[in-house]
């Protein structure tokens, strides 16, 4: 098996999930600034930080289509495009409803690629590694969230009060890089059998991978392949048939955001200076906690094909319970004021979403569903996911100012409660079983 050759078109294909994760978190060292630059209302405000994120609930929405249709290759490629022009035109608008448009198209490029990328990643991937090679996207992401934090820090002075532009345009060289890369990777060898009927190309792509399994494994997805109608009709997915894997994907999504860890990358700066932080300490703190999320997201890797994906939701939903409702506290009580509590807490928040729900989230919803409806089920994952953090990122500015923080974090607090029954209760393991092996389980 030629796993160096996997290994680098996973990578280049992963790469978007860096682009993801600045788009992501830049944000945070400019929504000050724009707040201040255009005299913006609470309201008003959150809408502009949230804009990204209501794009992204469309990307994901539609990110099936393109995958399906132009392949994921190609698909791909223009994600990297959407990137290129929305950081261009982010940086550079005069007014906040041209911020705004040009952070939606951001948006449209992050929820399609929370699709496209761990749906092409799982269909190369050898089972025993699919975990590793998925993750890869998060890594990316939360690498991507690390740059944006320091990248901020260290243009914080940039051009005096236009700095926040400066912090936004950089995002096109990476985006500019990555267009680059996908044209070195071939198409999906899934979706050019079960999308295409295309033999001889999936052929081709698995020899490459692997000679000796390439037609053996072709005959296995083959088997695996429904009537014609569940490959080419997205109304089949909504038949009830598929009703297992949408449940599970719907709530891991569901609970992924409903932690609140959107809210705590987006407005970083702002809770950390609500303890009493000055600006650039606040600045500096939410580099720290990209760097707990990059560490913690490395060691999830590596334990997610060993230990498998329940184990780290597990530990996962006992770090947030602990350190939500520490926070929590710090808030009602007040130490939470011009103490280091807070963002200790916060870091330990960032260590459990990294090693569990950050680490599987994207791995365990490219698994569940079937070849046939696999694009139709990552878009289902994908845009429950960004419609809870467009939610969560739209109201926390005027939550926390007519509530306080206190209430907001108890809130996530009982929500990984929940999260930890749906992990005892309901998860299936899905390490090391093949993407065919798997949809018998869960469809039958």
């Known amino acids: 098996m030629n796993l160096s050759k996997i290994f680098i078109w996973s990578i280049s294909v992963a790469l978007v999930g860096f682009l ?17 630059l255009w005299n913006l ?44 022009f929305s950081s261009l035109g982010s940086a550079i608008a005069p007014d906040v409803v041209t911020f705004m448009v040009f952070r939606f198209l951001g948006g449209l490029a992050i929820g399609s690629s929370s699709v496209t990328a761990p749906l092409y990643i799982s269909e190369i991937a050898p089972a025993e590694s699919r975990g590793r090679l998925v993750a890869l996207f998060q890594f990316n992401i939360v690498f991507g969230i690390l740059m944006a934090y320091i990248a901020n820090y260290l243009l914080r002075n940039a051009g005096g009060e236009e700095a926040w532009r400066w912090m936004l345009g950089w995002v096109a060289l990476p985006s500019l890089l990555f267009c680059i890369s996908v044209l070195f990777i071939p ?31 072709i005959n296995e997805i083959r088997a695996g392949m429904r009537q014609p109608t569940d490959q080419t009709k997205a109304a089949s997915f909504f038949s009830g048939k598929y009703k297992r894997p949408i449940l599970l994907a719907f709530l891991i999504a569901l609970f992924n955001q409903v ?37 913690f997201t490395l060691i999830g890797v ?41 963002p200790a807490l916060l870091f330990v928040f960032i260590a ?48 926390a100012g007519r509530f306080g923080e206190g ?38």
């Open 259 to 295: 932690s609140g860890i959107n809210a705590v990358i987006y407005y970083a700066p702002r809770i950390f200076a609500e303890t009493g932080m000055g600006k650039s300490a606040a600045l500096l703190s939410s580099t720290g906690i990209g760097l707990t999320n990059l560490l």
């Open 41 to 84: 209302d609470n309201f008003t405000h959150g809408l502009a930080v949230a804009m990204a994120l209501w794009g992204t609930v469309l990307g994901a929405l539609l990110g099936g289509i393109p995958s399906d249709r132009l392949g994921r290759k190609k698909t791909l490629f223009v994600i990297g495009i959407l990137f290129l």
């Open 187 to 217: 198409e999906s060898p899934r979706w050019l059998l079960v999308k295409k009927g295309d033999d001889a190309g999936a052929l081709a792509v698995l020899n490459q991978i692997n000679p000796a399994t390439a037609q053996n494994q």
């Open 352 to 399: 459990a979403h990294a090693i569990g729900q950050g680490a599987v989230i994207w791995v365990f919803i490219s698994e569940i569903f079937p070849n046939a409806v696999r694009s139709y089920g990552n878009s289902l994952g994908s845009a429950t996911h960004w419609v809870f953090a467009a939610l969560i990122a739209n109201i926390f500015p005027w939550f």
């Open 20 to 36: 993801f994760g600045l788009d992501t978190a830049v944000i945070s060292g400019a929504e000050q600034a724009i707040q201040k």
């Open 302 to 342: 590596a334990l997610i094909d060993r230990m498998g994906r329940r184990f780290l939701l597990f530990i996962g939903s006992f770090g947030y319970i602990f350190s939500l409702s520490l926070v929590a506290y710090a808030f009602f009580s007040g130490a939470a004021s011009n103490s280091m509590l807070v």
């Open 407 to 444: 209430p907001i974090f108890a809130t996530f607090a009982a929500m990984m409660v929940l999260q930890l029954l749906f992990v005892w209760k309901m998860m299936p393991e899905t390490k090391g079983a093949s993407l065919e092996e798997l949809e018998k389980r869960m469809v039958g």
